[in-house]
């Protein structure tokens, strides 16, 4: 069972376009939801993460929208750019069922074309 | 710089082979994880250890075991290798509600 739903799993966007990836989420005592970004060869590395106490969370060209009751965040790219295509990942944990796993969606693999 | 190292890139063994997969972290972190990432499955918690010697199961433990003799030290065990067993297989140290540090990953082949 996917604790995490993630969509779509591919993106294709023009540079300079804006990169929207979606979450969704069931277990309502998740506290802790970040975003992962992995480059091929490489191993995922946190990108930004919130905590369902704001509705969005902005670091430079990324921004995170968290919907409590809709039990969906989602994940923004301004001004998408070639050196962003990545494959990305949504997370979450919290509660007990997540109180020692952070459960990963099923990734994003985002091409940003020139 | 932070870093958590795995022991090989990439590895190629034998149905029935028994496996070992070395992660190392210079962090000093209290808790270290193994996960495997498949194509369309994302990534999946195998074990986690949250103290030397300390493990838990994670969503998918079964064919594997793991150990922490030290902090730094995290092997992930496959006793007796199958072919669903081939798959990218990540480390990672840090915390549950806070940033997890990866490994560059061992892809393991099993023929």
């Known amino acids: 069972q996917q604790q995490v739903k993630q969509s779509p799993q591919s993106l294709i966007v023009q540079k300079g376009g804006i990169s929207i990836i979606n979450c969704a989420y069931e277990n309502t005592a998740f506290d802790y939801f970040p975003w992962y970004q992995q480059f091929p060869g490489k191993g995922p590395a946190l990108l930004i993460a919130i905590r369902p106490d704001v509705s969005e969370k902005k670091e430079g060209r990324f921004t995170i929208s968290f919907n409590k009751s809709a039990k969906q965040f989602s994940l923004h790219i301004m001004d998408s750019q070639p050196g962003d295509s990545a494959t990305y990942f949504c997370a979450a944990s919290g509660g007990t069922t997540g109180a020692n796993n952070l459960f990963f969606g099923t990734g994003t693999r985002l091409t940003v074309i020139p | 710089d932070v870093k958590v190292t795995q022991s090989s890139r990439y590895l190629v063994k034998r149905t029935g082979e028994k496996v070992f997969l070395e992660c190392v972290q210079d962090m000093d972190h209290e808790n270290m994880f193994w996960y495997r990432q498949d194509p369309g499955l994302g990534l999946r918690l195998i074990y986690f250890s949250y103290d030397v010697k300390m493990k838990e199961k994670g969503d998918i433990p079964e064919g594997y075991s793991v150990s922490r003799e030290k902090k730094e030290r995290f092997s992930l065990i496959l006793e007796s290798a199958s072919t669903n067993q081939t798959s990218m297989y990540l480390c990672?140290?840090?915390?549950?509600?806070?940033?997890?540090?990866f490994g560059p990953g061992t892809r393991l082949t099993v023929l």
């Open positions: 990672a140290s840090g915390g549950v509600r806070d940033t997890q540090y």
